[in-house]
């Protein structure tokens, strides 16, 4: 064979039907749609859903009736008489039980369920309702029990136990007789640290404050008399009595009426001083 003598299998690939091409061509005239009618005009297709006319299926429905609950557990159910009708032919006895084994509640969970044939799946949770009669005393394991069947199941000598899923942590084995220690976390803490530290602080610093200001008020009560009592300078006395000085003094020139003025206010000797006291003589003693 070579490469030129390649072809596809037998009746792999069929020519397409050309219709409308004359009667010799075998799909002229009608071009296989038939005689008149809706299906042989031009776009006279039928969707699937129509139903010749009557209400078709999507409208006949029920809609908008109540709703679906995201939330809600699917259990594998198993009624209480299915269990006691095995467990009196004996398909949850122990092979090579003695007589001890026989006085003892059976176990019952899921695991033992599934594999006589009562339980599907594992993947479901399990629970136990209270359909049937039960005589024989069984330990029944399981997600959740109803009212009645609880009730059968402790009436006829058994008991029940329910798996919880723990919802906070647990102490570890061994550790039960110490008492639980609560985890320190960074705020919770620190904070009463902190806060008795501040309360420390806020009242020390009112009796620091208290000792500042009775040391000043003491050192002011010393001082004060003192700068009373001591008498002012001669240069502030004078400063303060002077007049003004004219523009002509700070030059240093004086003028004939300036003079004239100051033999004319110049009190003679003989005359009382501004306080009514004779100054003394200067042969007198003093």
Same mark, same amino acid.
């Given at each position: ?165 723990? %919802?906070?942590?647990?102490? &570890?084995? #061994? ?5 639980? !220690? =609560?985890? +320190? *976390?960074?705020? @919770? ?55 003004? %000085?004219?523009?002509?003094? &700070?030059? #240093? ?5 300036? !003079? =004239?003025? +100051? *033999?004319?206010? @110049? ?20």
């Amino acid at each position: 064979m070579k490469l030129h003598e390649i072809q596809p299998a037998p009746g792999s690939r069929t020519p397409r039907t050309r219709v409308g091409r004359g009667i010799a061509a075998g799909k002229g005239k009608t071009a296989g749609r038939g005689t008149k009618g809706q299906k042989a005009r031009a776009g006279g297709s039928i969707p699937p859903w129509f139903e010749g006319g009557q209400t078709p299926l999507h409208m006949r429905i029920p809609k908008l009736r109540g709703f679906k609950n995201r939330f809600k557990i699917h259990y594998e159910v198993v009624n209480v008489g299915a269990i006691g009708d095995l467990a009196e032919r004996g398909a949850f006895q122990v092979e090579g039980g003695g007589k001890s084994s026989k006085a003892a509640p059976i176990t019952i969970n899921q695991d033992i369920l599934r594999a006589v044939g009562l339980v599907r799946t594992l993947d479901k949770p399990l629970k136990i309702l209270g359909a049937g009669e039960l005589s024989a005393p069984l330990f029944v394991v399981a997600d959740a029990f109803t009212a009645s069947a609880r009730a059968k199941i402790e009436a006829a000598g058994g008991t029940v136990n329910v798996l919880e899923v723990p %919802t906070s942590p647990s102490a &570890a084995l #061994g550790v039960d007789d110490q008492a639980p !220690v =609560e985890p +320190a *976390t960074g705020k @919770t803490g620190r904070a009463p640290k902190a806060r008795a530290t501040a309360a420390a602080k806020a009242d020390e610093e009112p009796v620091a404050k208290g000792s500042a200001t009775e040391a000043d008020s003491d050192a002011s009560t010393d001082t004060e008399p003192v700068a009373e009592a001591k008498p002012a300078r001669k240069g502030q006395a004078k400063a303060s009595a002077a007049p003004e %000085t004219t523009d002509a003094e &700070a030059t #240093g020139t004086t003028t004939a009426d300036e !003079v =004239e003025d +100051a *033999t004319a206010t @110049t009190p003679d000797d003989d005359e009382p001083s501004a306080t009514g006291e004779a100054e003394p003589a200067p042969g007198d003693d003093a």
